[in-house]
């Protein structure tokens, strides 16, 4: 398996300003995921990052309000910019493996985050 | 569009007894099927997976069950203990490195 650690583990913070993600992952692996999970909802895709190439987003998510950076194979940041209350969620990070016949996806604790 | 979907979303279960969590997927695609096992303010615990060409998998005390022509999987917890008590995520990936399709979640009390 995967270990994966995420920073920081919660913050509180005022509505417009921004808050990085760091996501550090003990082997090397080419790709990483950002999820959230809102207040009470099911854990949703945000975007997929390779090493080396731009972060693909999904829909109703956009570069500009989540820049990704994904500079090596260990490790990926997410901002979360210019913040409203409705970003409030827990931001997840995970990385796939794939043994064959069985694939498994692990995930980081989880960064909880208010806004106020 | 919910792709995957747990239509339960509670469940009680003596302990000792077998636990049986429901998922039901749409889409023809999905090649993985995982389970997860979430606490609150946590990440989702990795439990046991399954792939499209198998019908059953088989881990200490869980086990999934594939039904690829209903559209269906569970996963079996026996015996369940207290220390089961959480909320279990169904999850589908349309082919390793793929994002996953993540169910609402079922919450599982397992009761003395």
């Known amino acids: 398996s995967a270990v994966i650690s995420q920073k920081p583990s919660r913050d509180i913070c005022q509505r417009g300003t921004s808050l990085t993600i760091q996501c550090q992952v003990d082997?090397?692996?080419?790709?990483m995921f950002w999820y959230r999970q809102q207040p009470g909802q099911s854990l949703t895709l945000i975007a997929t990052a390779n090493q080396g190439s731009e972060a693909t987003y999904e829909s109703g998510f956009v570069i500009d309000k989540f820049p990704i950076s994904r500079p090596n194979l260990t490790f990926s940041t997410l901002t979360v910019s210019n913040m409203s209350p409705e970003d409030s969620s827990i931001y997840l990070c995970s990385v796939d493996m794939d043994r064959g016949s069985v694939y498994e996806q692990f995930f980081g604790p989880g960064t909880r985050l208010t806004v106020l | 569009d919910q792709q995957v979907k747990q239509n339960s979303p509670s469940l009680s279960v003596q302990e000792g007894r077998i636990s049986i969590l429901n998922c039901d997927y749409t889409?023809?695609?999905?090649?993985?099927f995982l389970w997860y096992k979430k606490y609150p303010a946590e990440g989702p615990t990795f439990l046991i997976s399954i792939s499209s060409i198998k019908d059953k998998n088989e881990d200490g005390r869980f086990t999934v069950f594939l039904n690829k022509s209903a559209k269906h999987l569970s996963l079996h917890i026996v015996p369940s203990q207290p220390g089961d008590s959480a909320v279990y995520f169904c999850?589908?990936?349309?082919?390793?490195?793929?994002?996953?399709?993540f169910g609402k979640g079922t919450s599982l009390l397992v009761t003395p």
């Open positions: 082997s090397q692996v080419t790709m």
């Open positions: 889409n023809s695609m999905f090649d993985y």
């Open positions: 999850a589908a990936s349309a082919n390793s490195g793929y994002a996953l399709n």
